[in-house]
């Protein structure tokens, strides 16, 4: 079971976004044979000096994943916390009682 304070303690000691996801080449001086070697970088921007940089065969798609859920976690854990909190206030007003588990009344 998640714990959407504690989740949300966690995003908050983050560094601020949004992250960015960024393709990043870099050319290395080393050559191999002939031919200039680069390496494909997917990359997170968090910020002007930081880039957090995947190059394994899913890279792209975490790379992606993080920059976006930088944003995306904290804003559905708040939207979730604020619909429970309407359900119950919701419920406070809600007499269910004479009700069964089918929704039908007891007449």
């Known amino acids: 079971m998640r ?48 880039l957090l940089r995947f190059n394994h065969e899913n890279g792209e798609a975490d790379a992606r994943f993080i920059s976006l859920a930088r944003e995306a976690l904290p804003y559905w854990i708040n939207r979730a916390q604020e619909a429970e909190k309407l359900l119950e206030e919701a419920s406070n007003f809600v007499d269910m009682s004479g009700w069964d588990e089918e929704g039908e009344h007891d007449d």
């Open 3 to 50: 714990d959407a304070k504690k989740d949300l303690e966690v995003c908050e000691k983050a560094t601020k976004g949004p992250w960015e996801y960024e393709l990043d080449i870099q050319q290395l001086n080393i050559r191999q044979g002939y031919n200039p070697m680069k390496i494909i970088f997917h990359a997170v921007k968090v910020d002007r000096n930081r």
